[in-house]
């Protein structure tokens, strides 16, 4: 079993800049990617940020350039930094762990932590 715990979010105005942290504990594998989604209020859960243990990193596109997602193994947790932020990224975003792939695929979810860009 994985638990994740995120934490960092809040309220921050456009343009301004916010940190997300989770941390897994549980039995994590090397071969386990982790990362964040988003969901905003009436829409699907969208990928913003995925990173494998050996750092490939993947982004949606509207958040490319603007945030990073890195790794500590050894830590076991994942950030999300967050720049330059835009009202259109209000949502909750939940830290994701992937386990496996295709019809073998399990995600396992943290609770989420809530994100609002407005002034």
């Known amino acids: 079993q994985v638990q994740l715990v995120e934490s960092g979010g809040g309220l921050v105005q456009p343009g301004g800049s916010l940190s997300l942290s989770c941390a897994a504990s549980?039995?994590?594998?090397?071969?386990?990617?982790m990362g964040w989604y988003r969901q905003a209020p009436g829409r699907q859960r969208d990928l913003v940020a995925t990173i494998t243990t050996s750092d490939l990193t993947n982004y949606a596109d509207s958040v490319k350039g603007r945030f990073t997602i890195s790794r500590d193994n050894a830590k076991n947790t994942v950030n999300l930094q967050m720049n330059s932020l835009k009202p259109e990224d209000t949502a909750v975003y939940y830290c994701?762990?992937?386990?496996?792939?295709?019809?073998?695929?399990?995600?396992?979810w943290g609770q989420g932590t809530q994100v609002t860009v407005s002034s």
């Open positions: 994701n762990l992937q386990r496996g792939a295709g019809p073998w695929r399990y995600d396992y």
């Open positions: 549980g039995r994590i594998f090397r071969s386990d990617t």
